[in-house]
């Protein structure tokens, strides 16, 4: 157990819906890291959040954006959900943007109809 | 864009058998991950070696780090069941704390 949690575990929408997922980090850690997992392939950044500011962004259009909350919990927001959307999200906490371990949660598995 | 390609792709062995995964990179690194998923699940980080390390030990896993070659590999020794997971190897990316992962390698252990 890392400590990170995320919610939902299971969400479906369908097409052209918007959606939100919530992360908490663990606890201590200020930065956090958002990935997507599609079936059969390794995780690719979305985005990471360092103290309430994105800090840096993926090949990922503007319709996924994201929140970091002052206690360090964060958002994905995802709009106009598309059918390639479905995908296990993950987001993974780390302290002060260092070069070092994340440790990630268990994921949402999102499934867009 | 992958920074990290593992090799095999999938693997099957029996209880007890070593397991070696391979995995190489593209751009100059700071350290080398190698995480575990069971299932489809949340990773879980197994080791990390860093670049000016040659090769490193944690229980039943052994990494090794070549970056002339740009290569990383990963055994397990002694397999057992509860090895069977997808193992990936993840390396940073620019100036920030970019993840890179490959697309893993799905190890299965058969009793």
Redesign the interface.
């Known amino acids: 157990e ?1 400590g ?1 949690t995320q919610s939902p575990t299971h969400l479906i929408k369908t097409r052209g819906q918007q959606v939100t997922l919530r992360c908490s980090s663990q606890s201590g850690h200020n ?1 956090v ?1 958002w ?1 997507q ?1 599609a ?7 979305i985005f ?1 959040y ?1 103290r309430e500011e994105e ?2 962004r ?2 990922f259009p503007p319709r996924f954006s994201g929140l970091q909350f002052p206690n360090y919990s964060s958002e994905l927001n995802v709009n106009a959900l598309e059918l390639d959307d479905s995908a ?1 999200y ?1 987001c ?1 906490s ?1 302290w002060d ?11 949402t ?1 999102l499934t867009v109809l | ?2 920074q ?1 390609e593992e090799d095999p792709q999938a693997l099957s062995i029996q209880e007890g058998e070593n397991a070696t995964m391979n995995c190489s990179y593209k751009t100059s690194i ?2 080398l ?1 190698w ?1 575990r998923q069971n299932s ?6 197994l080791i ?1 070696i860093r670049s000016n390390e040659r090769e490193k030990h944690s229980g039943r896993l052994r990494v090794t780090l070549d970056t002339s070659k740009k290569s990383s590999s990963l055994l397990i020794t002694a397999s057992r069941a509860a090895d069977t997971a997808s193992y ?1 190897c ?1 390396a ?1 990316s ?1 100036g ?9 390698t799905r190890l299965a252990v058969h009793p």
């Open positions: 890392t990170v930065t890291s990935y997992q079936l059969g392939q390794g995780p690719q950044f990471q360092y800090n840096g993926g090949n296990l993950l993974a780390s943007r260092g070069t070092d371990t994340q440790y990630f949660g268990p994921g598995r | 864009s992958q990290g700071n350290n991950q995480y489809g699940r949340g990773l879980v980080h990390l990936f993840a940073y620019g920030y704390n970019k993840l890179i992962f490959g697309a893993g």
